[in-house]
Nanobody, 117 residues
């Protein structure tokens, strides 16, 4: 079992930046690939980014490539999502997840990101 707690969301103007954090506890954090997902009002949850357990391999949704950066610090049991050049369409609740195999298994409660135009 892994417990995940996100933080760092907020209200920001278009073009602004935020750094989202996800603190993990429970089983060994470094055993898990980690990911970020988001869910906008009235839409399904969608993949944003993923990082391998070592941090050496990353993957991004096309909509965020070049603007978002995922990273992790295994010594601090934390995964980050640096979000730059935010757009109103990035407004959503952002969730982090720990993968088991190829699918996310454990989820945090989410942090709200709101981008004003």
């Amino acid at each position: 079992q892994v417990q995940l707690v996100e933080s760092g969301g907020g209200l920001v103007q278009a073009g602004g930046s935020l750094r989202l954090s996800c603190a993990a506890s429970g089983r060994t954090f470094s055993d898990y690939p980690m990911g970020w997902f988001r869910q906008a009002p009235g839409k399904e949850r969608e993949f944003v980014a993923r990082v391998s357990w070592t941090g050496g391999i990353t993957d991004y949704a096309d909509s965020v490539k070049g603007r978002f950066t995922i990273s992790r610090d295994n010594a601090k049991n934390t995964v980050f999502l640096q979000v730059n050049n935010l757009k109103p369409e990035d407004t959503a609740v952002y969730y982090c997840a720990a993968y088991a195999g190829s699918s996310p298994r454990y989820w945090g409660q989410g942090t709200q990101v709101t981008v004003s135009s």
